[in-house]
């Protein structure tokens, strides 16, 4: 589990192609390693990743098929910046929220333009993400926790303090950079829960939770 807060941006050494799916390098100076130790997560551009191998400035890991497709992972080249975190220890403070390092899907900025000393973005997310993405709610863009400032469709609006800009990879964002999202966890399986014991069916989509089904089950009048 991760709290959303970037400890320090990495970049991508090198990218190996091993029987189908890859392995990683990933080198940061800012991040201190002597307490990470082999097995340990590490969140990379909010990707929960497994450290197989430990380097002095960084650590090695293996992406599955599963994460290249879901993620940006599959665009990162040699050189690439990464926002990194390590894994939540149970006396670290909350900064965030709970973030679990699984992303969801990968959206795009469409626009960006000043705020004052702040950056506004507009990201466009995946349409079946878009019924999870709350105004004043917390989403996770490429393992930085933020705050939903706007909803607007499948469309929403982040409003990025000069700090987060200095700290993060997000200072490089320009229209059309596709960046790793997770929603709330809690959003995912409130869901799942009210969808009761219908959970247990297979449907062609079993996530599609409708305001038909909830006007059904009395959560709608």
Known sequence: MFTGIVQAVGEIATIEQRSGDVRIQIRSQAMPWADVQLGDSIATNGVCLTAVSLLNDGFVADVSLETLEFTTIKAWQSGTLV?????????????GHIVSGHVDGVGEVVERYQDARSIRFVIKAPAALAKYIAHKGSITMDGASLTVNAVDGDEFQLNIVPHTISETIIQHYKKGTRVNLEV???????????????AALQQADSSALTSGFLAQHGYLK
């Open 83 to 95: 926002n990194l975190e390590k894994a939540l220890m149970p006396t670290s403070r909350l900064g």
């Open 184 to 198: 709330d966890v809690i959003a995912r399986y409130l869901e799942r829960l009210l969808m009761g014991d219908k």
